[in-house]
Nanobody, 123 residues
Framework: QLQLVESGGGLVQPGGSLRLSCSSS????????IAWFRQAPGKEREGVVCINYSGSDTNYAESVEGRFTVSRDNAKNTVYLQMNSLRPEDTAVYYC????????????????WGQGTQVTVSS
């Protein structure tokens, strides 16, 4: 059973940066495609980015393109989300999710979810 744990959230000023991490236990992360989602209060869950097993293919939401960068280090069983030029509208709980199917991840239907980490962008 794959277990995912996010970390790195916090409070940051507009224009600042944060790096989120998604670590796994129970299985090797390289077997899974990964997606980051976010959900702000009162809003629907939004797909932010997905990355395939090796990291050779990524797909970003238009709202974060050019500001966020996803990467993975399979040797460390960790996926990262570097978030730059943060805006107040990026405030949300960020979730890491995984599936052994990249298609499922790209269609926002991952099988495994982390517990989420809060990101707050405010002055």
């Amino acid at each position: 059973q794959l277990q995912l744990v996010e970390s790195g959230g916090g409070l940051v000023q507009p224009g600042g940066s944060l790096r989120l991490s998604c670590s796994s236990s129970g299985s090797t992360l390289s077997y899974y495609a990964i997606a980051w989602f976010r959900q702000a209060p009162g809003k629907e869950r939004e797909g932010v980015v997905c990355i395939n097993y090796s990291g050779s293919d990524t797909n970003y939401a238009e709202s974060v393109e050019g500001r966020f960068t996803v990467s993975r280090d399979n040797a460390k069983n960790t996926v990262y989300l570097q978030m730059n030029s943060l805006r107040p509208e990026d405030t949300a709980v960020y979730y890491c999710a995984a599936s052994d199917s990249y298609t499922a991840v790209r269609n926002m239907r991952p099988r495994y979810w982390g517990q989420g980490t809060q990101v707050t962008v405010s002055s």
